[in-house]
């Protein structure tokens, strides 16, 4: 490994052509949440009860991207990035989830998208990036297969809006993410639990990402198309066999459940009996075919590895996590594990798979308790992360893995969902109160970086 020695990395050493990124989220970042005919999305709505956001911290401002992504765009152009990475928002397109268009929210992403043009910043957009609108919840959201008929008119009029000039598309951020936090355990939004939720939303998701793929292949001319999967190396806490076993549940659920379908294998349900309750509420094989697409990439999102060990309380899985801090390695400020040899490891399993062409990290990043002192942020623990796992990229990229980009998750501190405002992952700070930009000292790191 001492060939990959992140202390003498260069952008160059990664080819010409390859892809440097930020990615952020609609929801997370624009604020401006009832402004110009924008309906209202199950966050905002889900952010209302009490409890469920960190410090009761709301999404109705975040950090103002709406009225700043000049500023912001300018600010990742300074810093060296050549792609940008970012959401529409469906309630801002189509606020009542299908039907009338807001001709509002369609000339407020022209504009995003113009100006990344015209600054020289590869526009990626995500179709759906966690902000489904409430309109469609009341109705069932993605336990309904309805579903699939909104999300085909809100795809098709996005490609006819912004197709012309956006050509890298990924039409799904971590399924599994949604599907598992927002309609099985209730943290995230909407707040559902019960395995008759997650269920159907994950056989829906799973259809609506290939139908995503069909939509954009067939409007939009030279498409790039991608879907993004979070991803962890699940690592059994002994070898036990019930922590073997328990882990390969958990790693079924997180890395599998998705991708395969995608790949036209089906849900691995021969490995997770589980699973097959599936076709009980879907009668889902026969619908093999027509979760699979061709994708042109898959996003990878990596942060930490699990370690797994059984549990036979949890229903289901009988397994359950490991924490960092208790098992005495490195972790963020979340708790995450910091392991960039795992993050090796998870895109070599990714690779293995044989159909899968080309991938690209499209989130990987690291939450700090990032303080400004006389106008600095010295995030020396970020960098040294960004430092480690980018090392083991060049060694993934070296070893013949097709991996033309890399988006660090995130430009400016944001929205993390439950986490709230707590959970900071920018390379610029942000002060909440009256949205003023600090580069870390991590953004500066890039900046010197991407141009050696």
Not at 230 to 237: A, R
């Amino acid at each position: 490994m001492s060939a990959y020695n992140g202390n003498n990395l260069s952008a160059k050493m990664f080819g010409p052509g390859f892809q440097w990124g930020v990615a952020m989220a609609a929801q997370q970042n624009e604020g401006a949440y009832m402004t110009d005919g924008r309906g209202l999305s199950i966050w905002d709505v889900f952010a209302r009860r009490q409890g469920k956001i960190k410090n009761g911290d709301k999404p109705y401002n975040s950090c103002d991207f709406y009225y700043r992504y000049k500023d912001d765009l300018m600010l990742a152009k300074a810093l060296g990035f050549n792609t940008f990475r970012f959401s529409l928002s469906w309630p801002r397109i189509l606020p009542e989830g299908t039907g009338r268009v807001n001709k509002e929210g369609v000339a407020f992403y022209n504009k995003v998208i113009d100006e990344c043009l015209k600054l020289g910043l590869k526009p990626y957009v995500t179709l759906y990036h966690w902000d489904l609108p409430q309109a469609l919840e009341k109705e069932g959201g993605w336990t309904s297969y309805r579903i699939l008929k909104w999300f085909n008119r809100y795809a098709t009029v996005c490609a006819a809006e912004f197709g012309d000039r956006v050509k890298d598309w990924i039409i799904l951020n971590e399924p599994m993410g949604f599907t598992s936090l927002g309609y099985m355990l209730g943290r995230h939004a909407p707040g559902k639990t019960g395995m008759s939720n997650f269920l159907p939303a994950v056989h829906h998701a799973a259809l609506a990402q290939a139908e995503g793929g069909h939509i954009i292949r067939q409007l939009v001319d030279k498409a790039h198309i991608g879907t993004t999967f979070s991803c962890s190396e699940v690592i059994p806490y002994t070898d036990r066999d019930e922590d073997v076993m328990a882990a390969k549940r958990m790693d079924i659920l997180m890395n599998r459940l998705f991708i395969e379908p995608a790949l036209g294998r089906g849900y691995p349900k021969d490995d997770f009996k589980f699973l097959e309750r599936l076709e009980l509420h879907n009668k889902a094989w026969k619908y093999t075919q027509q979760m699979a697409f061709r994708f042109d990439f898959i996003g990878l999102q990596n942060y930490f590895p699990i370690v797994i060990r059984y549990n036979p309380i949890i229903p289901v899985i009988q397994a359950s996590e490991v924490k960092a801090v208790s098992r005495k390695v490195p972790y963020t400020a979340m708790g995450w594990e910091i392991n960039a040899n795992s993050f090796y490891n998870i895109i070599r399993r990714f690779w293995l798979y044989g159909s899968v062409k080309e991938i690209i990290i499209t989130e990987n990043g690291a939450a700090f308790k990032d303080e400004v002192k006389n106008g600095v942020v010295n995030d020396t623990q970020r960098i040294s992360y960004f430092q480690q796992h980018l090392a083991a990229l060049l060694r993934a990229k070296h070893e013949g893995m097709n991996i033309n980009g890399y988006l660090a998750w995130t430009l400016t501190d944001n929205f993390e969902w439950s986490e709230g405002y707590h959970a900071r992952f920018g390379l610029i700070h942000v002060d909440f109160k009256t949205q003023l930009r600090t580069i870390k000292n991590s953004g500066y790191w890039f900046r010197e970086f991407l141009a050696s």
